[in-house]
């Protein structure tokens, strides 16, 4: 028994090309970056906008030419133009245009006579329809992206720039992709997608390690008063705070989103989330976007095809849509990345209980066929990443679930199962990464819940609209985090996460 | 000359049945929601989980019977199960099914004989497979939404519960589905989708109405110290804080994505933006989403085609999709809405300069075609609401395009025109509903950007960053904000801005 697909009903309003809302321009992708290279458009005459990457002067038969490699950004390879002496625009070009300028260029697509392109631009001079406009020129003894080869460190601190480079305008493409890839996967199969709150003042989200939003600092600032804590409460008076309470960022859309599944069956959010850990490590950042599934009517097996099936169209659409920034980070960032990335579409993923999981860790110890630097293994620790990592790459070689934690080290709101010491959560490693998506089963059942929150130390009390849940018609349901910079950084190969945000957030660092 | 379609190559991994993800559940909208509403299922057998919206006992020729309708939140309809004296589970729905219960049926679908469905579910008590089983059941003295009719009030009051009401559940699935469609027409226009960040500490944003951002306030509290304003700077000390300089939500992504336009061409950025404005309005929010797409050589007419395009598209795509949702906002919220949406789609918007629209209002005062309350109409002014509507309403009866405004009335950012009177913005207003969206084409030249940076009493040293856009390779540059709750409202008829958005989050408020 199959179900049939959501109806989708095409629309009637048709997509106009490109050029209705840009002015007449053709992107260098819709040239050069279809299946022929071009072909097709020879001896069309076209108009092209985008920065310089190179010019430079040959003598030719026919007088001087330039030739000029222009960008746009829609795709990681340039266009070449190939601009005649005495064409219109060509002495202010001669003079004007170096790496970074900003030209259009209208002109007559033409065969390349280079083995390494199939068409380029020809802008003559014979024929008056044809020119070369220098929009923007570059003082290049200023301009910080001149030369060829920058430092990652250096082109963070020009983060406004740096799109500019080959790696970042790389980044940008597989990162628009991956996120249009994270709302088809769910919107086609009948998700809907909830905006969960940035801004929180709920009780149960407790204040560690959160970033805490406030207008009563500024009003104190041009009151030129101090703010005063409260020796009995030990808190700032928030009445004239704009939330009237102490009110803080989001570290998760969880149980926000959970209210939604538990009256529309699936939802997912895709949303910033933010953590004040004064972390600097290449894996952390204090703003970073999370995409949070939650499904109900579903247990962690569920959830766990789920997964297997969010990340294997990932990395599929990742493959069919950005093949060539694809190729440049296997060439450039990890060698092997697109054998590593195919591999994960070979088969099902591994799926391992916690408890065989160290089962095997403590015999392959003993077998000698491992040695740990924490060699202290045993049931009830949380996996140190060398586990994971061992797990995953050794044990398995391919994506493995672990699932069915010890309750100690899980969440309150995951499931406990059976035995009364696991819970339905799961992490899925993936080989050279470790934890790639963390998932569970919520706790359902009203009584266990309360036991669970009084057990973490936390106050029932602060989770009524939460209990309410598990009151009014409750239902099991299950559901997991992806950090999307995580999943670019699997995608890509790009090994500091500070590199797959457009401006990444860090201690000290919020400038741009 | 026509631009080709961006290549779109399908994805290789199949779209696996919806029953693979969360368990072999068959959903209501697949059952009901497709173009036969169900006539294809009937003989089959399914599993179809979700909440009882009403339940009723009748004597039937059979024995006693229970008409039990079910929703899943997929779409507005519930499906009907007609549940058997003696089936698998019947005395225990018999006690415990009230609406707001959830359930899960295996059941065959069958013809049903009433007028209003063609097909409903047979729970049968001669097949062992068949069966009604309570998941959770509903204290109804208790359950806050177990009458049929609550207030809009008292539903922002139970925001966790509140998608289960028929219209924030409407409004969930039209919410997600214009989400939907915001990238699929911009992914589809090759423009890439850039995550603007959300904590800045950007010289250039200024304090004003924004939400500042900290971690020493918390720090103060745990230490029981006061924070003090210095009184040389005026600021509390902020060394030991997160970014170390007071760092505060952002209002808009537009200057940041300006950054990657200059790089990549086409962009958009869709995200949460915050105003700390002390706003009590049906029409404002302290947290609210925007779409704010960047265009590279691009002049206010393309963005002007750009905001028409997307606009219709948004409406169709309503049309197309969410059909049921926009009929049940007909009946219920703005008679007449359908009729209304399908008008957008009538022929081109009007555009009219502001200078025109001017001339326009002060002509028909004088003729006296109209009487505004606010009788000062002069160049130069901000029009108000009522003059906006009466120019989209009664002069033209369309969406309509002001454009060109003076500058004193605009922001800098905004490209002054050779008048050196306006500068190129446009307003797009709307018949009932006024201002949709805003655009403008943005100051590429650096010596009038700084002009009108000082003019605005700005420092110009503020913009280091948004100078250099200017310094290194400019290009004509154009963009627009919209407010996404705004097009909801737009869409959907509905009136308070708090029912369109999740959790609404305004002064005093910011719980769940």
Same mark, same amino acid.
């Given at each position: 028994?199959?179900?049939?697909?959501?109806?989708?009903?095409?629309?009637?309003?048709?997509?106009?090309?490109?050029?209705?809302?840009?002015?007449?321009?053709?992107?260098?992708?819709?040239?050069?970056?279809?299946?022929?290279?071009?072909?097709?458009?020879?001896?069309?005459?076209?108009?092209?906008?985008?920065?310089?990457?190179?010019?430079?002067?040959?003598?030719?038969?026919?007088?001087?030419?330039?030739?000029?490699?222009?960008?746009?950004?829609?795709?990681?390879?340039?266009?070449?133009?190939?601009?005649?002496?005495?064409?219109?625009?060509?002495?202010?070009?001669?003079?004007?245009?170096?790496?970074?300028?900003?030209?259009?260029?209208?002109?007559?697509?033409?065969?390349?006579?280079? #083995?390494?392109?199939?068409?380029?631009?020809?802008?003559?001079?014979?024929?008056?329809?044809?020119?070369?406009?220098?929009?923007?020129?570059?003082?290049?003894?200023?301009?910080?992206?001149?030369?060829?080869?920058?430092?990652?460190?250096?082109?963070?601190?020009?983060?406004?720039?740096?799109?500019?480079?080959?790696?970042?305008? =790389?980044?940008?493409?597989?990162?628009?992709?991956?996120?249009?890839?994270?709302?088809?996967?769910?919107?086609?199969?009948?998700?809907?997608?909830?905006?969960?709150?940035?801004?929180?003042?709920?009780?149960?989200?407790?204040?560690?390690?959160?970033?805490?939003?406030?207008?009563?600092?500024?009003?104190?600032?041009?009151?030129?008063?101090?703010?005063?804590?409260?020796?009995?409460?030990?808190?700032?008076?928030?009445?004239?705070?704009?939330?009237?309470?102490?009110?803080?960022?989001?570290?998760?859309?969880?149980?926000?989103?959970?209210?939604?599944?538990?009256?529309?069956?699936?939802?997912?959010?895709?949303?910033?989330?933010?953590?004040?850990?004064?972390?600097?490590?290449?894996?952390?950042? #204090?703003?970073?976007?999370?995409?949070?599934?939650?499904?109900?009517?579903?247990?962690?097996?569920?959830?766990?095809?789920?997964?297997?099936?969010?990340?294997?169209?990932?990395?599929?659409?990742?493959?069919? &849509?950005?093949?060539?920034?694809?190729?440049?980070?296997?060439?450039?960032?990890?060698?092997?990345?697109?054998?590593?990335?195919?591999?994960?579409?070979?088969?099902?993923?591994? &799926?391992?209980?916690?408890?065989?999981?160290?089962?095997?860790?403590?015999?392959?110890?003993?077998?000698?066929?491992?040695?740990?630097?924490?060699?202290?293994?045993?049931?009830?620790?949380?996996?140190?990443?060398?586990?994971?990592?061992?797990?995953?790459?050794?044990?398995?070689?391919?994506?493995?679930?672990?699932?069915?934690?010890? &309750?100690?080290?899980?969440?309150?709101?995951?499931?406990?199962?059976?035995?009364?010491?696991?819970?339905?959560?799961?992490?899925?490693?993936?080989?050279?990464?470790?934890?790639?998506?963390?998932?569970?089963?919520?706790?359902?059942?009203?009584?266990?819940?309360? =036991?669970?929150?009084?057990?973490?130390?936390?106050?029932?009390?602060?989770?009524?609209?939460?209990?309410?849940?598990?009151?009014?018609?409750?239902?099991?349901?299950?559901?997991?985090?992806?950090?999307?910079?995580?999943?670019?950084?699997?995608?890509?190969?790009?090994?500091?996460?500070?590199?797959?945000?457009?401006?990444?957030?860090?201690?000290?660092?919020?400038?741009?």
């Amino acid at each position: 028994m199959t179900a049939t697909s959501p109806q989708v009903i095409e629309s009637k309003v048709p997509i106009k090309s490109y050029s209705s809302c840009v002015g007449g321009r053709t992107r260098v992708k819709d040239i050069i970056g279809v299946q022929d290279q071009g072909e097709s458009w020879i001896g069309q005459t076209v108009t092209v906008c985008g920065w310089v990457k190179t010019a430079r002067n040959q003598k030719g038969d026919d007088g001087l030419m330039m030739f000029v490699e222009i960008s746009d950004g829609s795709m990681l390879q340039g266009i070449q133009a190939v601009v005649f002496e005495n064409c219109v625009g060509y002495s202010k070009a001669q003079s004007q245009l170096g790496t970074g300028a900003s030209v259009k260029i209208v002109a007559e697509i033409v065969r390349s006579p280079a #083995a390494k392109q199939v068409v380029e631009l020809a802008v003559r001079a014979d024929n008056s329809t044809h020119k070369i406009e220098v929009l923007g020129s570059v003082n290049s003894s200023e301009y910080p992206l001149a030369k060829k080869q920058h430092s990652r460190e250096f082109l963070r601190e020009i983060a406004h720039l740096r799109p500019r480079s080959n790696l970042i305008g =790389a980044v940008a493409r597989v990162r628009s992709s991956l996120a249009a890839c994270v709302h088809d996967f769910f919107q086609h199969r009948g998700f809907l997608y909830v905006h969960t709150p940035i801004i929180t003042a709920a009780d149960c989200e407790g204040a560690g390690e959160m970033f805490q939003v406030s207008t009563i600092m500024a009003k104190a600032e041009k009151e030129g008063k101090s703010l005063v804590v409260d020796p009995k409460t030990g808190k700032f008076d928030y009445e004239s705070d704009f939330f009237a309470k102490p009110s803080f960022l989001t570290v998760s859309g969880q149980l926000s989103v959970e209210n939604y599944a538990c009256a529309l069956s699936d939802v997912y959010t895709f949303g910033p989330t933010f953590r004040a850990e004064n972390s600097h490590t290449s894996r952390h950042l #204090a703003e970073f976007w999370m995409i949070e599934p939650e499904i109900a009517f579903a247990d962690i097996h569920d959830d766990m095809n789920c997964i297997e099936d969010f990340l294997k169209f990932s990395v599929q659409w990742a493959l069919d &849509k950005n093949m060539d920034d694809l190729q440049f980070f296997d060439e450039r960032v990890e060698k092997g990345l697109i054998n590593r990335l195919r591999a994960v579409l070979d088969g099902p993923f591994a &799926k391992v209980s916690y408890t065989e999981a160290i089962e095997i860790l403590i015999r392959d110890m003993k077998d000698k066929k491992v040695k740990f630097e924490n060699t202290k293994v045993f049931w009830g620790m949380d996996l140190d990443s060398e586990h994971e990592r061992y797990i995953t790459e050794k044990v398995f070689n391919k994506p493995t679930f672990v699932y069915n934690y010890p &309750k100690e080290i899980k969440a309150f709101y995951m499931r406990l199962n059976e035995d009364g010491k696991t819970v339905a959560a799961t992490d899925c490693l993936a080989p050279g990464i470790g934890e790639v998506v963390g998932g569970s089963q919520r706790e359902e059942r009203l009584d266990i819940l309360d =036991a669970r929150i009084t057990e973490s130390g936390l106050n029932v009390e602060d989770y009524g609209f939460y209990r309410d849940l598990r009151k009014y018609g409750s239902v099991p349901h299950a559901g997991f985090g992806v950090g999307f910079e995580r999943l670019i950084m699997y995608i890509t190969g790009v090994e500091n996460i500070r590199d797959v945000i457009p401006f990444p957030r860090f201690p000290g660092h919020a400038e741009f």
